[in-house]
């Protein structure tokens, strides 16, 4: 699975949070929202902060007007990254409430990284079929 496909993959399932999803699909996806964001904020963050006095430290409106993009961005993918981080949870047997491990200060991030990372139960499980026997 490349990028492009991981992604389309993920918005063609926007919302959807029952089944599972493989490593590779979920990995592109979030590579590909780490650069968009990077890229979106190396462009927009010298252009908001241009409108920031520096001697008064007052915000002018460029300043959120630069970061509307960002904002519409973020939000668009947050429901489709949410469902895609729980199908992968899927993919390794556990339910999607474990996403909710990440706001554990410290090591929930760490955690749930690791789930993510973990190889998916081969064959069914109760969360559906194989999504690389489905593929193959």
Do not use: C
């Not at 339910?95 to 760490?110: E, Y």
């Amino acid at each position: 699975m490349s990028m492009v496909d991981a992604v389309k993959s993920v918005f063609s399932k926007y919302a959807t949070f029952n089944g599972r999803a493989r490593r590779a699909e979920y990995w592109w996806f979030a590579l590909a929202m780490a650069i968009v964001s990077a890229v979106l904020s190396a462009v927009l963050m010298p252009i908001a902060l241009s409108s920031v006095d520096v001697a008064t430290g007052e915000i002018g409106a460029g300043y959120y007007a630069a970061l509307i993009p960002l904002w519409v961005v973020s939000l668009a993918v947050l429901l489709p990254g949410l469902a895609v981080t729980v199908r992968r949870l899927h993919d390794t047997g556990r339910p999607g409430g474990w996403i909710f491990i990440a706001l554990v200060p410290f090591v929930g991030g760490i955690l749930l990284i690791v789930f993510t990372a973990t190889a998916g139960t081969v064959g069914p499980n109760q969360f559906g079929p194989d999504p690389k026997a489905v593929q193959a």
